[in-house]
């Protein structure tokens, strides 16, 4: 008979962004370690001071907290913050064309449309950069520079009756110089409050802390980067191979030590990156006294598959695992992919009091059949910082409704590791772990692409450089260069390189890395290989030139015949996002075009896309105004059809307020009911030309 037991949950928030700083200027060149340090950092560590028994882990890696330590102290800034400190007067025209298109980086529904001036502001812009120079004032760009700074403070510092924010966000508009700087100091009070919080929360027993290798790096690839093979035996990788362990030890005993030199403590456990492992990996993490580490469900259900050749249970997942390495025993959490993505996606546009509940009662859930002698230790990890932009008021009402009601609910306890295994000590469960990360079980994300691929060979090239010549460099510059080659082996790099992913500063992380690498051979004095010199990534430009039909297609979900498509545009696209926040790509094969005000689309996804009657699609369009578009379930003036991988579908611009002549921009969103939204292509747009007589005889002979 069905016992019930008391669920364990073990919460774990991961705070990472890449290294920013321009190794030339010295100046971050993204502001997202200032922006997320006053939004997240600091409140989610708050939560543990906030709610007497809650129990939860923090991941911090150890870049980030040097870049925390550097604007807290003030060897750092970054160049969105220079240019809001700038007096609006003194802006130049370069100045100001920066901050029309960088100022409104935010996501619109929750952190502009809710503030009338940011949002009149937003919607002035419009989509005309050119035309924004003209008509933006002064005052115009004094108000922006504030918004765009007030915008990504977090409401606990908003409702503070203590600070002026609250009257700032009331006033809305006319700010003053002393506004913005009243804003922006506040900005660096908080940065400078944020390490302390989370050492005083770690210190009183109300936190768990743990750290990532220095740099961000895939362990694995460092180890060998052939290991790529294991999981896609097919893919491509660089050759020579890149292999070399000891930068792997390097990233994990040297995290560690800066770590404990910021935080004044040595962390026991550590999220690798991208949850990225494998058993040479592993073994390094126990030699350099790591006792405890997490991952993801699939690596643990390949693991356990691999070792006794039976498929994995459900319930595997809800124990303390135990890895046993050629350098020591690990304690290993496996994170519930379903649960944490609730959290990390789904949540966000419900209620939050109904959100909160369903997460518990899920819980619940998975405690009421348990019948083991242990009870069932539950890991949710995700990305403490990206998700929360997308929830109403940052998250806080959900994430209030969601601890009170575990913390007043006997069937949930709130747990970390090192708590959960004193009560329950593991036993050796794995003999080896399955090689792979927490996007699909392997790398691919990181080498198999010509652009990944590529990366590793300068990588590669540049380290056998400095191995060559480091006894030319003093030990100030032979460190430099080192921690050049260091930064370069962090993951970020590699996660916007390729396909899979692409976001608004592809370019910018493409340079930057290119400029950590050419910086070491600037400390050796020899030349900066030409090809060095040169982007790796492919630039992403809007695609262009939406095709003239020759007639309207029959909407069926699929091609009929040659005649249909003739003059359509026809492109492959992929969906994107930031690290643990968009899983996987989304690739998909299109087929556009009009004849008059009709816009006909094919689009054929390629991986394991699954379109149901649940499934909302809008085209969102751009310009020349902004409309969405509702395609699926079925509107006025649309024909539709989906198909599981395909939908097709015609679409009467009329509706929209749109006319032949007008050249339309547009891309689709996607909204399943139980998977993570997604547009199609991201980063991009996609451009209809205008109908003409001229354009539309080019088929008067058929």
């Known amino acids: 008979m069905?016992?019930?037991?008391?669920?364990?949950?073990?919460?774990?928030?991961?705070?990472?962004?890449?290294?920013?700083?321009?190794?030339?200027?010295?100046?971050?060149?993204?502001?997202?370690?200032?922006?997320?340090?006053?939004?997240?950092?600091?409140?989610?560590?708050?939560?543990?001071?906030?709610?007497?028994?809650?129990?939860?882990?923090?991941?911090?890696?150890?870049?980030?907290?040097?870049?925390?330590?550097?604007?807290?102290?003030?060897?750092?800034?970054?160049?969105?913050?220079?240019?809001?400190?700038?007096?609006?007067?003194?802006?130049?025209?370069?100045?100001?064309?920066?901050?029309?298109?960088?100022?409104?980086?935010a996501h619109p529904p929750?952190?502009?449309?809710?503030?009338?001036?940011?949002?009149?502001?937003?919607?002035?812009?419009?989509?005309?950069?050119?035309?924004?120079?003209?008509?933006?004032?002064?005052?115009?760009?004094?108000?922006?520079?504030?918004?765009?700074?007030?915008?990504w403070i977090d409401p606990i510092w908003r409702d503070d009756p203590k600070l002026p924010l609250a009257d700032l966000f009331k006033k809305q508009h006319g700010f003053t110089e002393e506004d913005k700087n009243h804003v922006l100091d506040l900005q660096l009070e908080i940065l400078r409050k944020i390490i302390?919080?989370?050492?005083?929360?770690?210190?009183?027993?109300?936190?768990?802390?743990?750290?990532?290798?220095?740099?961000?790096?895939?362990?694995?690839?460092?180890?060998?980067?052939?290991?790529?093979?294991?999981?896609?035996?097919?893919?491509?990788?660089?050759?020579?191979?890149?292999?070399?362990?000891?930068?792997?030890?390097?990233?994990?005993?040297?995290?560690?030590?800066?770590f404990e030199t910021i935080m004044d403590f040595r962390p026991a456990g550590m999220w690798p990156s991208e949850g990225?492992?494998?058993?040479?990996?592993?073994?390094?993490?126990?030699?350099?006294?790591?006792?405890?580490?997490?991952?993801?469900?699939?690596?643990?259900?390949?693991?356990?598959?691999?070792?006794?050749?039976?498929?994995?249970?459900?319930?595997?997942?809800?124990?303390?695992?135990?890895?046993?390495?050629?350098?020591?025993?690990?304690?290993?959490?496996?994170?519930?992919?379903?649960?944490?993505?609730?959290?990390g996606f789904l949540y966000q546009d419900m209620d939050a009091k109904q959100a909160a509940n369903d997460f518990i009662h899920k819980l619940k859930q998975i405690g009421s059949g348990w019948n083991e002698n242990n009870p069932p230790f539950v890991t949710v990890l995700l990305d403490g910082e990206n998700c929360w932009e997308f929830y109403h008021r940052d998250g806080h009402d959900?994430?209030?409704?969601?601890?009170?009601?575990?913390?007043?609910?006997?069937?949930?306890?709130?747990?970390?590791?090192?708590?959960?295994?004193?009560?329950?000590?593991?036993?050796?469960?794995?003999?080896?772990?399955?090689?792979?990360?927490?996007?699909?079980?392997?790398?691919?994300?990181?080498?198999?692409h010509p652009e990944d691929n590529a990366a590793w060979h300068f990588l590669r090239q540049a380290r056998e450089t400095l191995i060559q010549k480091e006894h030319t460099l003093n030990d100030a510059d032979k460190s430099a260069a080192w921690q050049a080659l260091h930064i370069c082996e962090g993951s970020d790099w590699f996660w916007w390189y390729g396909d899979e992913n692409t976001s608004?500063?592809?370019?910018?992380?493409?340079?930057?890395?290119?400029?950590?690498?050419?910086?070491?051979?600037?400390?050796?004095k020899i030349p900066v290989p030409e090809a060095l010199k040169r982007p790796i990534k492919e630039k992403k430009v809007a695609y262009t030139g939406g095709g003239i039909l020759f007639r309207k297609p029959r909407v069926t979900g699929k091609t009929e015949g040659y005649y249909e498509w003739v003059g359509?545009?026809?492109?492959?696209?992929?969906?994107?996002?930031g690290a643990m926040h968009q899983a996987a790509a989304v690739n998909a094969k299109m087929r556009y075009g009009r004849k008059g005000t009709l816009f006909s689309f094919l689009i054929h996804f390629e991986n394991d896309v699954i379109l149901t009657e649940h499934t909302h699609i809008t085209v969102q369009i751009t310009k020349p105004i902004v409309k969405t578009i509702p395609v699926f379930p079925l509107t006025n003036g649309v024909e539709i059809a989906v198909n599981k991988n395909h939908v097709e579908g015609n679409i009467d611009l009329t509706h929209a307020g749109l006319e032949a002549h007008h050249e339309v921009w547009f891309f689709f969103q996607f909204d399943p009911e139980d998977k993570p939204s997604f547009s199609i292509p991201h980063g991009c747009e996609l451009h209809l030309q205008e109908y003409s007589p001229a354009n539309s005889s080019i088929y008067w002979f058929m």
């Open 196 to 258: 302390p919080l989370h050492r005083q929360m770690k210190h009183e027993g109300k936190l768990e802390i743990t750290c990532s290798p220095y740099y961000h790096p895939i362990l694995p690839l460092l180890i060998d980067n052939t290991i790529a093979r294991t999981s896609n035996p097919h893919d491509p990788v660089p050759n020579p191979p890149f292999r070399h362990p000891e930068d792997a030890r390097w990233h994990i005993r040297e995290g560690l030590n800066r």
């Open 2 to 105: 069905p016992m019930s037991s008391q669920v364990h949950l073990h919460i774990f928030w991961h705070q990472h962004q890449p290294w920013y700083i321009d190794p030339a200027a010295k100046i971050g060149v993204l502001p997202w370690v200032r922006l997320h340090g006053i939004k997240d950092y600091y409140d989610m560590a708050e939560l543990s001071r906030r709610f007497d028994g809650w129990k939860q882990t923090i991941n911090l890696v150890p870049s980030l907290l040097d870049q925390l330590a550097m604007y807290a102290d003030g060897s750092v800034t970054d160049s969105y913050f220079t240019l809001s400190r700038k007096p609006a007067a003194e802006l130049t025209a370069e100045d100001r064309e920066f901050v029309l298109k960088r100022f409104f980086d």
């Open 110 to 151: 929750r952190m502009i449309h809710p503030y009338p001036r940011y949002d009149k502001l937003y919607h002035k812009r419009g989509q005309s950069i050119d035309n924004a120079m003209r008509q933006f004032t002064t005052q115009d760009f004094l108000d922006l520079q504030v918004w765009h700074n007030l915008a």
């Open 398 to 448: 959900f994430l209030q409704y969601l601890i009170e009601g575990i913390l007043n609910d006997p069937q949930i306890q709130p747990t970390t590791i090192p708590e959960y295994r004193a009560m329950f000590p593991s036993e050796p469960t794995l003999r080896s772990i399955f090689p792979g990360s927490w996007i699909n079980h392997n790398f691919r994300i990181w080498i198999g």
């Open 504 to 524: 608004l500063h592809d370019m910018v992380f493409d340079s930057l890395f290119r400029e950590h690498l050419a910086h070491i051979y600037q400390l050796l």
């Open 276 to 343: 990225s492992v494998s058993d040479e990996a592993c073994a390094l993490m126990a030699e350099e006294g790591i006792s405890f580490f997490a991952t993801d469900e699939e690596i643990l259900f390949r693991s356990i598959y691999k070792q006794k050749h039976t498929t994995p249970q459900r319930s595997d997942l809800f124990r303390l695992h135990r890895l046993a390495t050629a350098k020591g025993e690990l304690d290993c959490a496996f994170r519930d992919h379903g649960l944490s993505d609730l959290i």
């Open 568 to 577: 359509c545009r026809e492109i492959s696209a992929a969906s994107g996002g």
